[in-house]
């Protein structure tokens, strides 16, 4: 895959509403989700079970300089970010809000730039310009920063209690998970990296059994249903006190994992109006195996704004209202079908039927 990332491409940018964004994918953006405040009791989004891969950054956070109050946190909860150059990137001034960003039950792995020669790799999963204003719960660390290895990287300037060397000993006291994801087939769709061609054709961010977020969600704070609209399941044997049954990130790990074959799930709901989707359970999921090249491959956003006019500064977002917007399917672009190729027709050659000569009969002369 030729190219690079578009360095003014912006997936979905966000200024000052509480729209609830719900189930997209984004990919090879220079942001994959720009997200804005300014002023008094500035409405906030919240970013949930959504797939933000491959992109400069997945999510960028600005507050102008002049972000008063907020009416609720900025909330992204069971996201699945993964090889971006920067995770999720807060640009937050001194005089910002304290509790600006929660980042809950997300998957944050391999986030770096893609290492070159002569460039070694770099990057964060989450940086913020100021301290103490990011929350980190129950979220999966895992390959994110200069170091592959070592954790105390992963993150730059977060405060808020959170420190990224306390997961090179395990879990920390906030419920973080270090420990590698197990994606089924984690395609890297940065146009140095794989690309998003292979990313289309065989990329699959589900996870196997040997994911280190399976029921180590907080549950409270999941939406009840996955990206793929499947419920809910405990595993025996994993999870940890006060977690699950809802795993990290998009994908709930089911007990099979997600057809690797047919690799950008989707969910099947249609974009129609009318039909809810909230029976548990029902969708497992159609695919789409796409081919778009461009440099911006945005999801759609879905679910509309909500606007709520009573100021609610310390009220907790509940995540997953019970009347959910029916999602829209991603776009992800189908190829077109190649036509088929014709095989030259091949005329037999023509028989001609055998005449056989006749018989000539030797004249006999009988002598009398
Ligand atoms: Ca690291
Ligand atoms: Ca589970």
């Known amino acids: 895959?030729?190219?690079?990332?578009?360095?003014?491409?912006?997936?979905?940018?966000?200024?000052?509403?509480?729209?609830?964004?719900?189930?997209?994918?984004?990919?090879?953006?220079?942001?994959?989700?720009?997200?804005?405040?300014?002023?008094?009791?500035?409405?906030?989004?919240?970013?949930?079970?959504?797939?933000?891969?491959?992109?400069?950054?997945?999510?960028?956070?600005?507050?102008?300089?002049?972000?008063?109050?907020?009416?609720?946190?900025?909330?992204?909860?069971?996201?699945?970010?993964?090889?971006?150059?920067?995770?999720?990137?807060?640009?937050?001034?001194?005089?910002?809000?304290?509790?600006?960003?929660?980042?809950?039950?997300?998957?944050?792995?391999?986030?770096?730039?893609?290492?070159?020669?002569?460039?070694?790799?770099?990057?964060?999963?989450?940086?913020?310009?100021?301290?103490?204003?990011?929350?980190?719960?129950?979220?999966?660390?895992?390959?994110?920063?200069?170091?592959?290895?070592?954790?105390?990287?992963?993150?730059?300037?977060i405060g808020n209690g959170f420190d990224p060397a306390a997961l090179n000993n395990g879990r920390d006291a906030l419920g973080n998970v270090p420990g590698d994801p197990a994606f089924v087939f984690p395609i890297d769709p940065r146009p140095e990296a794989e690309g998003p061609l292979r990313f289309f054709v065989d990329g699959n961010y589900g996870i196997r059994i040997q994911s280190a977020a399976i029921d180590a969600a907080e549950n409270a704070s999941a939406p009840t249903l996955d990206f793929l609209y499947r419920s809910r399941v405990t595993i025996p044997g994993r999870g940890y006190p006060g977690t699950g049954p809802a795993d990290i990130g998009a994908f709930e790990y089911n007990g099979t994992p997600t057809n690797p074959s047919f690799p950008i799930i989707v969910p099947t709901a249609s974009s129609g109006g009318g039909s809810t989707s909230t029976q548990p359970g029902g969708n497992t999921g159609g695919t789409t195996t796409g081919g778009t090249t461009g440099g911006t491959t945005g999801g759609t956003t879905t679910g509309g704004t909500t606007t709520n006019p009573v100021p609610q500064p310390t009220a907790k977002p509940v995540p997953q209202p019970v009347a959910k917007p029916v999602p829209r399917r991603p776009v992800v672009r189908k190829p077109l079908p190649k036509p088929p190729v014709r095989k030259p027709v091949v005329t037999a050659p023509v028989r001609r039927p055998v005449v056989a000569a006749p018989v000539r009969r030797p004249v006999v002369v009988v002598k009398k």
């Open 1 to 157: 895959m030729s190219g690079a990332i578009d360095p003014n491409s912006v997936a979905l940018s966000i200024t000052n509403s509480s729209i609830i964004v719900d189930r997209i994918y984004t990919i090879t953006s220079n942001v994959g989700i720009q997200i804005n405040t300014s002023g008094n009791s500035a409405p906030t989004p919240s970013i949930s079970n959504s797939v933000i891969v491959g992109n400069n950054n997945g999510v960028t956070v600005s507050d102008g300089g002049n972000t008063e109050s907020l009416l609720r946190p900025i909330v992204l909860n069971n996201n699945t970010i993964a090889f971006n150059n920067n995770g999720v990137m807060v640009n937050v001034a001194a005089g910002s809000p304290v509790d600006f960003v929660q980042i809950i039950n997300s998957i944050l792995s391999g986030n770096a730039s893609v290492p070159t020669l002569s460039t070694p790799r770099s990057g964060y999963a989450v940086s913020s310009t100021t301290a103490d204003r990011v929350t980190l719960r129950f979220n999966n660390f895992f390959n994110n920063g200069a170091s592959a290895t070592n954790y105390a990287d992963d993150t730059n300037n």
